[in-house]
């Protein structure tokens, strides 16, 4: 018998994979992540172990995407978040592969936008998109376009994005704000930032997930992410399915959220009473 959440959005949860559907019965469905965020790591490693070309790499995680997007619509993860070219790709990788990563892009939206329509998934785009080449936006434009009535999963390609841009992006913007609206500096509050940020309209990510093992953040999302759950898998992007994100999932609801405070478990020490020049003996 299906759970009274399972019946809410039956007609996706039946199309997740047995050991999908494995996993998602063990999840508390008022604690799964409003948002993921995803850095996705390790096409070229997943090609040179394979003794193939990088580009093979790439073709491969671009395919993973979409099995992961499916996944998320089916659970009715409203943000998913992919790190998918960052500024820094475009500054240092080789041109040649830099126009390889656009046309790849342009084939991934041009083919499955039908896909992201059957799953009711919108998609949606942060970084300074306007440094793309301009048939790659012109795609993009189209895709969003293609999708935006979808009410379902928002898929938010990061696309020559990098967190300090972001960050100096919005610094600019709100300077420009304070100029015309003669803001005190004073009253400027943490919202005031926010609002400038590329992600202005988004909910901060829950869940941060890196394949590839790497134990770093690189650039992504630095403002975002300052109470963010991070799973790092040593699995490589191109490998990665749906059955993953639920596993990092899973293993976030194991974890306690405290956002500074203490947690469920815990007492605070009675301090009120301790005189102020009470040291600790050692």
Same mark, same amino acid.
């Given at each position: 018998?299906?759970?009274?959440?399972?019946?809410?959005?039956?007609?996706?949860?039946?199309?997740?994979?047995?050991?999908?559907?494995?996993?998602?019965?063990?999840?508390?469905?008022?604690?799964?992540?409003?948002?993921?965020?995803?850095?996705?790591?390790?096409?070229?490693?997943?090609?040179?172990?394979?003794?193939?070309?990088?580009?093979?790499?790439? $073709?491969?995680? *671009? +395919? &993973?995407? !979409?099995?992961?997007?499916? /996944?998320?619509?089916?659970?009715? #993860?409203?943000?998913?978040?992919?790190?998918?070219?960052?500024?820094?790709?475009?500054?240092?990788?080789?041109?040649?592969?830099?126009?390889?990563?656009?046309?790849?892009?342009?084939?991934?939206?041009?083919?499955?936008?039908?896909?992201?329509?059957?799953?009711?998934?919108?998609?949606?785009?942060?970084?300074?998109?306007?440094?793309?080449?301009?048939?790659?936006?012109?795609?993009? $434009?189209?895709? *969003? +376009? &293609?999708? !935006?009535?979808?009410?379902? /999963?928002?898929?938010?390609?990061? #696309?020559?994005?990098?967190?300090?841009?972001?960050?100096?992006?919005?610094?600019?913007?709100?300077?420009?704000?304070?100029?015309?609206?003669?803001?005190?500096?004073?009253?400027?509050?943490?919202?005031?930032?926010?609002?400038?940020?590329?992600?202005?309209?988004?909910?901060?990510?829950?869940?941060?997930?890196?394949?590839?093992?790497?134990?770093?953040?690189?650039?992504?999302?630095?403002?975002?992410? *300052?109470?963010?759950?991070?799973?790092?898998?040593?699995?490589?992007?191109?490998?990665?399915?749906?059955?993953?994100?639920?596993?990092?999932?899973?293993?976030?609801?194991?974890?306690?959220?405290?956002?500074?405070?203490?947690?469920?478990?815990?007492?605070?020490?009675?301090?009120?009473?301790?005189?102020?020049?009470?040291?600790?003996?050692?």
């Amino acid at each position: 018998m299906l759970r009274s959440d399972e019946r809410t959005i039956l007609s996706r949860i039946h199309e997740l994979l047995p050991e999908e559907l494995a996993i998602y019965r063990r999840l508390d469905p008022e604690r799964l992540p409003k948002h993921v965020a995803i850095i996705m790591d390790g096409n070229g490693r997943w090609a040179g172990r394979r003794s193939l070309k990088r580009f093979l790499g790439h $073709q491969q995680g *671009a +395919e &993973a995407v !979409q099995y992961v997007v499916e /996944t998320a619509s089916r659970i009715d #993860l409203p943000w998913l978040t992919l790190y998918a070219f960052s500024l820094e790709n475009n500054l240092r990788r080789p041109k040649t592969e830099v126009n390889f990563l656009m046309r790849l892009l342009s084939t991934y939206l041009n083919n499955n936008v039908k896909r992201m329509n059957d799953n009711n998934v919108r998609i949606q785009y942060i970084g300074r998109i306007h440094e793309l080449p301009a048939e790659v936006q012109e795609r993009m $434009q189209w895709a *969003a +376009e &293609a999708t !935006q009535q979808n009410t379902g /999963t928002v898929l938010t390609l990061a #696309l020559n994005y990098g967190a300090r841009s972001e960050l100096l992006d919005a610094f600019k913007g709100l300077y420009q704000e304070i100029a015309q609206r003669h803001i005190g500096i004073e009253d400027l509050t943490e919202q005031d930032i926010q609002r400038h940020l590329y992600t202005a309209h988004m909910p901060d990510p829950d869940l941060l997930i890196r394949t590839s093992g790497e134990m770093r953040i690189s650039n992504y999302l630095l403002w975002q992410i *300052a109470y963010t759950e991070i799973f790092v898998t040593a699995r490589l992007w191109p490998d990665f399915r749906g059955v993953h994100m639920l596993e990092a999932i899973e293993d976030y609801q194991r974890r306690e959220r405290r956002y500074g405070g203490l947690g469920d478990g815990s007492e605070s020490d009675d301090v009120a009473s301790l005189p102020a020049n009470q040291l600790v003996n050692r």
